[in-house]
């Protein structure tokens, strides 16, 4: 994986984390395969400017030197944060860019669609990673009830751990169920940002107590942004031009 380039953040707590440059492209986003739910239609193309991704969901440790405190329901500093909504996120990333001078945030859906299907080196995989949901990871059958730690499982094309499986991720989107096809009547290719106003949040990724349909990259959950769950984290992302 010689095309692998990051971004390493190091907090004045010392701990550090590390983020994985996504290269720009043009991919087709959603899913009409025999096992895609209607929210993941239709298929539609896509573009993307560079940006960086998260290697790991934000882990407890992380969690707890940004804002003091661990609400998660499955202890474990190495272990994704959880039980935080998608208001907690915004908090969370406040406090981050006031310690770094950045503006991290969360990824767009379309963002972490690509980065999970693996950007410009994608293989194709169902998974983030792989066809075999066990070798990229955790979900109902191998997760024994609860979050794991991150980054146990194979990396994807980019070098990037855990998108299918452990917990869902928000991402920062409104969510519309037929958006996709706004796209489509409206010609939005470029950078999309999902619906203009809504209700609830996109979530990705599927969870450590999802099967293995519900861990595929291209498949679309939403909740109220005030919905905390065991099964629920994020993952931030980094526009170029906010990396320094």
Not at 7 to 14: C, Q, T, V, W
Not at 100 to 116: G, Q, S, V
Request: net charge negative; glycine share 10%.
């Amino acid at each position: 994986m010689n095309h692998l380039k990051s971004h390493i953040e190091k907090l004045p707590s010392g701990l550090s984390f590390e983020m994985i440059f996504v290269e720009g492209g043009t991919f087709m986003m959603g899913s009409d395969s025999e096992e895609a739910y209607d929210r993941e239609k239709p298929v539609h193309e896509v573009s993307l400017d560079s940006f960086y991704l998260g290697k790991y969901p934000v882990t407890q440790a992380l969690w707890e030197v940004v804002m003091g405190n661990n609400p998660s329901n499955f202890q474990g500093e190495n272990n994704p944060v959880e039980q935080v909504s998608w208001n907690d996120t915004q908090d969370f990333i406040k406090k981050l860019n006031e310690l770094t001078k950045k503006e991290y945030r969360l990824p767009t859906e379309a963002e972490w669609e690509f980065a999970a299907r693996g950007g410009n080196h994608t293989e194709g995989y169902k998974y983030s990673g792989s066809d075999r949901m066990k070798e990229v990871g955790w979900y109902d059958e191998n997760s024994g009830d609860k979050t794991r730690p991150v980054g146990e499982k194979m990396a994807n094309e980019l070098g990037i751990f855990d998108m299918s499986g452990n917990v869902l991720e928000w991402c920062k989107d409104w969510y519309s169920d037929d958006y996709y096809q706004e796209c489509i009547s409206k010609g939005i290719v470029k950078n999309p940002k999902g619906a203009a106003t809504g209700f609830r949040r996109v979530l990705r990724g599927g969870s450590w107590f999802r099967g293995t349909r519900e861990c595929r990259a291209s498949v679309r959950y939403d909740a109220s942004p005030e919905t905390r769950h065991d099964a629920i984290g994020f993952r931030l992302a980094l526009s170029l031009q906010s990396a320094g």
